[in-house]
Structure formats: structure tokens, C-alpha cells
């Protein structure tokens, strides 16, 4: 086996591009092993290995920045992070066959094979948006809630039906379209602020377990919103500084 490549052999047998593999090279993400005396970049089986997982957190949506950082640090672990690499390609994998599974089943509804429920209709998504969201915050929310309060959540979106699906979505965009009016104003003690704030506490109880609603969880979550900045740049989306409006807003609402 041929255990040195100049970039356009990389490029071939890699599937990357020779303009990407410049660029790599530029910003410091991989490097070749040496440059030839006729200027060509030559790249060896560790350079090749590095390629390999560079494109596998490709394929998992990480940024190149944040790869650059994980491949560079000092106790860089290969075989850990491939097996988290694996775990999450599962993960993707089992949310792609479930959608598979329910557009067959859809098929064969609409010719009158078989009968889908509501429930059924939205598996696939909601089963998305639980993973998105464990992914995203899973790690922090599970240890300030704990696990039977977060399972018990994720349990009752999966268990919605098309109704109240449907309701989650238009509180959302309710939210915001208000939340957006309210910010105008610049007064979150305004009529507008807190019809916002009311209906984010409907929004969240239609996640939420029966009865574990109160005004102090709605304000920790508030003040959650403005202290992480993925929060914060979901509702600055609307305005900067709109997340903090909402979080004095929802204080109010809570007193």
C-alpha cells in the first residue's frame, strides 16, 4: 500500500478537493508531511489518518475552528473520540431509519394498506427534536432538573398528538412575533411584554410534566436564557438584546 501522496492523489482517493486541502493546510487543520523539492505537498499515512477524522466531524456539522481545537490539544484522544464519533453517527442513524419507517408507513397509508395515528405522523420529527435538544443542552439541563423530570418531558412531546403538536408550534412563533412587538415598546412591564411571558409559561407546560410548573422554575429558566449564549442567540435573532428583555419580562410576570 502507498504510504506517501502528493495533494492531487490525496484528493483522489479522499474525495476532498485540492483547493480544500490547500485551504487546511492554510488555517493550520492539517499540514503535509513534507514539501517536496518540485513544491508539491506530500502527505503521509498519519496525515492521511488525520484527513479521515477531520471528515468525520465534518460529517457530524462540527465548525473547522472547533475541529482545529479538538485535534490540537495536548491529550488529544483518538480512539475516544472516534468512539464518540460512532455513538453519534448512531444516534443520526436511528433518527434516519425512524423517518425512513414512517414515510413507508405513510406510503402505505395513502394507499389504504394500513392505518397511521396521529401520534405516528409526528414520530419522526419529535423524535428529532428530542435528540436536537439533548444534544444541544442534554448534559446541563439533566443536572440541574435531573433525569426522571427530563424523561418525563421528552416522554410527553413523543406522546403528542397532530392537535397538540400543532399548538407547540404556534405558541412559538406567537411568542416570538409578540416577544418581537414587546421589545419594540422597550417596556417589559408593557401589556404586550407580558401576554409574551404568558404565553411562553402555555408554551412551556406543554412540555413540561403535569403540575411541575411554578414562577420560580419560570424565572431560573429565564435567567438560563440570558446566561447561555445558544439561548441568547436564539432570541437576539429577534432583536439584540431581546433575550435579556425577556428574561426582565418574565421576572415581572413572575412576581
Known sequence: MKKQYTVNELAVISGVSVRTLHYYDQIGLLHP?????????IYGSKEVDQLQQILFYREL???????????????????????????????????????????????????GETVMSDIEKFEGFKQKLIDDNEK?????IRKKYGDTLIDASNAKLKNMDQQQWQTTQELS???NETLKEAFEQGDPASELAQKACDLHRQWLCMFWKEGTYSKEAHKALAEGYAADERFTAYYDKIAPGCTKFFRDAIHIYCE
Do not use: C, F, H, W
Open 33 to 41: 508531511m513534507r514539501i517536496a523539492e518540485n513544491g508539491y505537498r
Open 136 to 140: 444541544t443542552y442534554g448534559k446541563e
Open 173 to 175: 412563533e406567537l411568542i
Open 61 to 111: 456539522k462540527v465548525p473547522l475552528k472547533k475541529i482545529k481545537a479538538i485535534m490540537s490539544t495536548p491529550d488529544y484522544d483518538k480512539e475516544k473520540e472516534l468512539e464518540t464519533q460512532l455513538e453519534k453517527l448512531l444516534q443520526q442513524k436511528e433518527q434516519i431509519e425512524l423517518l425512513i419507517n414512517n414515510v413507508r408507513k405513510t406510503i402505505r397509508t395513502l394507499k
